[in-house]
């Protein structure tokens, strides 16, 4: 599945912070899905998500040190997060 748009928590939209994305649009399901959700189906089903911007990194399930669920990118030779540079809405 192809994650194309990021959807920020309220008032953090100019974040870095990938805590604070509330919601990733998935191109196959046509609608934004929770960042929870998301991480949960991730646990399931490794490398099934991938970022839509080159060079197309994975989604990982990761857990912040407040036990907070949230995902990111595989990491690369960027210094941001590849799913941090996806349109916001």
Request: with cysteine; aromatic share 8%; hydrophobic share 30%.
């Amino acid at each position: 599945m192809k994650a194309s748009k990021i959807k920020m928590k309220s008032g953090c939209n100019n974040s870095k912070d990938l805590c604070e994305i509330d919601s990733i649009y998935l191109e196959e399901m046509e609608r934004f899905i929770s960042k929870e959700d998301i991480h949960d189906h991730l646990v399931k089903h490794p490398k099934t998500i991938y970022v839509n911007i080159y060079p197309y990194p994975f989604l990982q399930p990761a857990i912040s040190m407040q036990g907070e669920k949230y995902v990111r990118s595989t990491p690369n030779s960027t210094p941001d997060d590849n799913l941090l540079k996806l349109p916001r809405c």
